[in-house]
């Protein structure tokens, strides 16, 4: 890391001892593992906001290039937005943060202030570029401009997630309501598109109503593709020799439960067998760049496992709230 850079680190952490034990001198032990923790988080902020350009910029691709020029709309929130673009005097853009707004608000309450600070953060640009960057429209078939618009916007959908956010605060809004109705994620979001679906049947025309339901398929498909094929909830499987440590993190800081299996390394470093406690946790997608995050600052060399967990019955996870511990 650049020596400055370390040196303010350094600097930040040595402020914030002194002040939690006044009279009592900070010794270097104490900083280092403070440091480290704010360069595990300074690298992930960087990587998870590039993420977010990335996003909003493929977002505002598929919007201005695609769907807008041709009154075509999409599901979820953009899809509220696009419809209402198409019936009031309202700019997307405002449209884009007044429709989701209700949606951060909840996740500000449900999955804490941080995911809410950077969706608001990740709307507020696509807001902006949709209204003050020009993009070419790229063509007025309406095949193309379904699958490609839906490919663009998914392609941005996805990418804000993989960096902690959403450009789309439905998905926020039917983890509130599949954990209070018992309904999985997947059922309450087609429950509201089915009901976007028909407004935009009686609004515009039934044929811009199948149109968007094939732009939403390509959506779907492609957030599904640029979060590595991760959908409602994550299991997660974490082999590291700081299993004590990782499992304070998890209970206590994330409040996640979590499952302790006694396992034995097939070949360690020495070349001998070694016990450690193997861990697995499930956590919903919207958690796992915090989850890696936390996992980084514990040990970067741990071996996490990720498969998808299409549903799941009992347990913990859809009756504790999502907002972080601190």
Known sequence: MNPILSKLLVDIAKRKLEKKQVNKPVSQKQIVPLVRNYQVELVHAVKEYIYILIGVFSAGFGLKGFLLPNSFIDGGATG???????????????????VNLPFIILASRTIGKKFAIKSIVAISLLALVVHFIHYPTVTDDKLLIAVFGGFFLGLGIGMSMRGGSVIDGTEVLAIFLGRKLSLTIGDVLLLINILIFSAGAYILSIETALYAMLTYLAAGKTVDFVVDGVEEYVGVTIISNKHAELKIMLTQKLRRACTIYAGKGGYGTSGESVKKDIIYTVVTRLELAKLQTEIDKIDRNAFIIMGIVKDLRGGMIKKKPLKDQH
């Open 80 to 98: 509220i937005s696009l419809l209402l673009e198409n019936i009031t005097a309202l700019n997307l853009g405002v449209l884009l943060v007044i």
